[in-house]
């Protein structure tokens, strides 16, 4: 028996040395844990702007901070700009006030006027609200929109590649403004996938023939470099409306 203890602890010291299986969240690099703002900034900024704050865990932005005069270089939105990613699968959860509108980029790069001039956008907005807070009727008939210009339009709505590609109505599960939704994008080379709430509602190739002929004979027909690169930042859209986001995770393909 005096041999057999020394025996059972060398064995178990042998054990708790093994590499344990990784676990599949070790896969996910979180852009945002709820506790900080690290790696984000302004675009075309070197400082994350005074109106987004952390509060209750959520990336927020503060509307009313920007009814202060506040200096900061860049702009309002804002990128993760600690790396850039090509494929990935990124996830995140948002709300949205009544009448409130966002977006989320991808493959940002720097130097233009904003990321909506260069960088696809997974589009955030109050589909049910927004025109009772926005008038766009101007604004729809300036790009093309004779029918019904003061609706919200497919290529609106949240969850569309804005400007590109519909979502699936059949497959769309909002849920209401100041409530939680989830998305997901996927991207690879041979296909992107946009998710809400659990459902993909909708897919495309990039790059492909289709795609280009939605992009040179819509609103991107003037935005030679909209879309074309391969790599780069994340980014979230401020479009003066609070807003908040947790959870913001990607993992990369």
Same mark, same amino acid.
């Given at each position: 028996?005096?041999?057999?203890?020394p025996f059972l602890l060398l064995a178990l010291a042998i054990s708790s040395c093994k590499t344990e299986p990784k676990a599949? !969240?070790?896969?996910?690099?979180?852009?945002?844990?709820?506790?900080?703002? !690290?790696?984000?900034?302004?675009?075309?900024?070197?400082?994350?702007?005074? #109106?987004?704050?952390?509060? !209750?865990?959520?990336?927020?932005?503060?509307?009313?901070?920007?009814?202060?005069?506040?200096?900061? #270089?860049?702009?309002?939105?804002?990128?993760?700009?600690?790396?850039?990613? %090509?494929?990935?699968?990124?996830?995140?959860?948002?709300?949205?006030?009544?009448?409130?509108?966002?977006?989320?980029? /991808?493959?940002?790069?720097?130097?233009? %006027?904003?990321?909506?001039?260069?960088?696809?956008?997974?589009?955030?907005? !109050?589909?049910?609200? /927004?025109?009772?807070?926005?008038?766009?009727?101007?604004?729809?008939?300036?790009?093309? /929109?004779?029918?019904?210009?003061?609706?919200?339009?497919?290529? #609106?709505?949240?969850?569309?590649?804005?400007?590109?590609?519909?979502? %699936?109505?059949?497959?769309?599960?909002?849920?209401?403004?100041?409530?939680?939704?989830?998305?997901?994008?996927?991207?690879?080379?041979?296909?992107?996938?946009?998710?809400?709430?659990?459902?993909?509602?909708?897919?495309?190739?990039? &790059?492909?023939?289709? &795609? /280009?002929?939605?992009?040179?004979?819509?609103?991107?027909?003037?935005?030679?470099?909209?879309?074309?690169?391969?790599?780069?930042?994340?980014?979230?859209?401020d479009h003066d409306s609070p807003l908040w986001f947790r959870n913001i995770k990607i993992k990369k393909l």
């Open positions: 028996m005096k041999y057999l203890i599949e !969240d070790d896969d996910w690099i979180y852009l945002f844990d709820g506790a900080s703002t !690290d790696g984000w900034r302004a675009y075309n900024g070197d400082s994350l702007p005074p #109106q987004w704050v952390i509060k !209750d865990g959520a990336l927020t932005f503060d509307a009313e901070v920007k009814k202060l005069d506040v200096e900061h #270089q860049g702009g309002r939105d804002i990128i993760y700009a600690a790396e850039e990613f %090509d494929n990935f699968e990124l996830y995140l959860e948002w709300k949205l006030p009544p009448g409130g509108n966002s977006g989320i980029f /991808y493959h940002v790069k720097e130097g233009y %006027d904003g990321p909506p001039n260069v960088a696809p956008e997974y589009q955030l907005i !109050d589909d049910e609200n /927004y025109t009772k807070f926005h008038d766009i009727t101007e604004y729809n008939k300036s790009i093309g /929109y004779t029918e019904n210009p003061q609706d919200l339009q497919p290529l #609106q709505q949240t969850a569309c590649d804005y400007a590109m590609t519909p979502a %699936d109505p059949a497959q769309k599960v909002l849920h209401p403004a100041g409530e939680w939704n989830s998305s997901k994008i996927v991207f690879t080379p041979t296909r992107v996938e946009h998710w809400l709430n659990g459902k993909m509602v909708l897919s495309f190739v990039p &790059w492909s023939e289709d &795609w /280009y002929k939605k992009k040179n004979s819509g609103k991107w027909e003037g935005s030679p470099d909209y879309g074309k690169f391969k790599t780069g930042y994340i980014g979230l859209q």
